[in-house]
């Protein structure tokens, strides 16, 4: 059945894509039809690989810098002048014109996207002087406009700020502003929140759904996560290596699916509150498996230990200290054997600091580690060494963790050699046998990086990380730039050897899905501090403090029945962890609750 629109605004027909040389092109797109009507938005998803993105490319002919080339097909694009254009054929000169007007893009990464020496209101200035013909003063006050409109706050002085001065989700919105700036009749979004918080998730995807209301525009939504697919999708397209496999309305394709990816990718998507009755960790339910809950906690001292841990940073201007940025104020935590506690928040509340300062590679202020009955916290240079020996970290990302002109073999036997825990060639059968355990074959050790996928390479860092036989890993955001089924399969592995191993894990995360599924407890992060902590069902099932249902309310839900309903969300944005000299944050108590879940008070006219 054909439910494409009577009358599109972009008709995709046929199209092919393929990269390389003619004599050994690889195809990655096959004869793909897709069509947008005017204010329509659909959804194309699939996961890496499966040809989504490049077509987005293939649209605006960013495809020719990429390597790539339109092998046939058509797509017919009804400018605002009346006439029906084949981009596919058209130059590159007609489509730097068309390019803005009639239609733009929002890429996944907005800082690779900024250029981070010019100030964001130069860059969306120049934008609007290049294609709307204004003058720079002009220009300059059409800006601070549309960074209004994107719902930024103090515009005026966001004007003057560089990139890298600003959160991700406000590089987001100055990307989303930037686009709209030529008031396009399309805009195509890839994958613009899957390295955001919920709650800025949340809140771009209500801005882009506002914007798109206000103006009429159509959208093309690229994403991988069905949950956000359910929030704006009014219909849906589902690619698998570079083919159409199921195409419909959102909430047939989630009713009844019909063909076993969309089904697959439907099951993998991890549904907050779906363990409410169950206390204990609990795998997700891959194709042949029959996961059962996880009682890995072990008798003992913790682990790890924080006591008061505080890591600040000052902030200079012209080699005067003007301010103190407050990453990690007075935190208190401990991490049991086979324990995994996880840590979440906002981008900027301090987590990944947290765990940067255990290891050392952040010098903390104030405080005490404990690593099982011994204080790290003064350790000499050379003692440091046992402490990376004990504790691990795996990264976000993989790629640039791992060196790429290393084998992978090499990147996994360098701790093992470090640390002198094999010889000669028991070195080699302990990389065959870590390969093994997360379920790599053993011919990867002389493969590279490159030649590896995304969870191939996150899988690879798992498996460093355990050379070194440690108590405890911390794994920073380590699945969050994962496809649904590749990142259910990697929290998989993470909680299977962590019940061989007796591993405990300090998981530090943004997505209350996935934590709901391997944590024992949950500390809840909030400008530096601990504002909740306690047992994942009380915290997750039961929040007290404000911020913690704030976090769960903006929380994606898989359903499109449920769109529009109101979660209590709360477009807010956290102030700044940059203070004053004379000015310290208030330490705020933690009070007892319940039976170990802790909640702090705040002072009377705090913001919580």
């Given amino acids: 059945m054909n439910t494409s629109p009577a009358s599109p605004l972009l008709a995709i027909e046929g199209l092919s894509i393929a990269f390389g040389p003619p004599a050994e092109s690889s195809v990655v797109v096959s004869r793909l039809d897709l069509a947008i ?6 959804a194309l998803v699939g996961e890496s690989g499966s040809g989504k993105s490049v077509t987005a490319l293939a649209v605006t002919r960013l495809l020719d810098f990429a390597g790539g080339r339109i092998t046939e097909g058509r797509i017919a694009l009804a400018c605002r002048d009346g006439v029906v254009r084949d981009l596919a054929r058209e130059s590159q000169a007609t489509m730097r014109n068309l390019r803005g007007p009639e239609f733009s893009m929002v890429f996944q990464e907005p800082m690779s996207s900024l250029n981070p020496v010019l100030r964001v209101g130069e860059q969306i200035a120049e934008a609007v002087m290049l294609h709307q013909g204004m003058g720079h003063a002009a220009a300059r006050a059409e800006t601070r406009r549309l960074l209004e409109r994107v719902r930024i706050p103090e515009a005026a002085r966001q004007l003057d700020r560089f990139p890298f001065q600003l959160s991700g989700g406000m590089r987001q919105r100055v990307m989303i502003a930037m686009a709209l700036s030529c008031r396009p009749r399309l805009l195509i979004a890839d994958e613009p929140t899957t390295a955001l918080d919920v709650t800025v998730q949340a809140q771009v995807l209500r801005l ?28 849906v397209v589902v690619m698998r290596q570079g083919e159409k496999v199921e195409e419909g309305p959102v ?10 990816y969309t089904r697959m990718l439907l099951d993998a998507v991890p549904v907050l509150g779906s363990l409410a009755g169950t206390p204990l960790p609990l795998p997700f339910a891959l194709p042949g498996e029959s996961p059962a809950p996880q009682d890995t906690l072990r008798q003992g001292p913790p682990v790890l230990r924080l006591v008061g841990l505080s890591t600040r940073f000052d902030v200079r201007h ?79 990302d993989p790629f640039s963790s791992l060196d790429p002109h290393l084998t992978i073999g090499f990147s996994i036997a360098e701790p093992i050699m470090t640390h002198r825990l094999a010889h000669g060639r028991a070195v080699a059968e302990r990389v065959n046998t870590l390969l093994g355990q997360v379920n790599l074959p053993g011919e990867f050790a002389h493969r590279y990086p490159h030649e590896l996928s995304g969870g191939q390479r996150q899988r690879v860092c798992i498996a460093r990380a355990l050379a070194s036989e440690p108590d405890l890993i911390i794994a920073d955001e380590a ?87 109101d979660r209590g969300l709360d477009d807010s944005e956290v102030p700044s962890p940059l203070r004053r000299l004379d000015d310290p944050p208030t330490i705020a108590p933690l009070v007892e609750v319940g039976p170990g879940h802790f909640v702090a008070r705040h002072h009377v006219g705090g913001l919580y």
Wanted: proline share 4%; charged share 25%.
């Fill in 37 to 42: 009507a005017p204010g329509e938005t659909v």
């Fill in 208 to 235: 882009i759904e506002a914007l798109q209301k206000e103006s009429g525009m159509a959208l093309l939504f690229i994403t991988h996560d069905m949950g956000v697919v359910a929030e704006i999708a009014d219909r």
């Fill in 251 to 260: 909430t047939d394709i989630f009713d009844s699916p019909r063909h076993d």
């Fill in 318 to 396: 012209n080699f005067r200290r003007i301010g103190r940025i407050h990453a990690v104020e007075h935190v208190d935590l401990a991490i049991r054997p086979g324990e995994t506690l996880a840590l979440v928040g906002e981008s900027g509340c301090g987590k990944s600091t947290t765990g940067r300062s255990v290891i050392r590679l952040e010098q903390f202020e104030e405080g005490e580690i404990w690593l099982g009955d011994r204080d790290v916290s003064r350790l000499r240079r050379g003692a440091e060494k046992e402490l990376r020996r004990r504790v691990q970290f795996v990264f976000q």
């Fill in 479 to 565: 699945v969050a730039a994962l496809d649904v089924s590749i990142r259910a399969q990697v929290v998989n592995l993470l909680m299977r050897l962590q019940a061989e191993h007796g591993i405990a894990y300090l998981f530090i995360s943004h997505d209350m899905a996935v934590v709901e599924r391997i944590a024992h407890r949950v500390a809840v992060m909030y400008l530096g501090q601990i504002v909740e902590i306690g047992p994942r069902q009380a915290v997750i099932g039961d929040p007290q403090h404000p911020y913690t249902r704030r976090l769960l309310a903006a929380v994606p839900v898989a359903d499109p029945r449920r769109r529009g309903h």
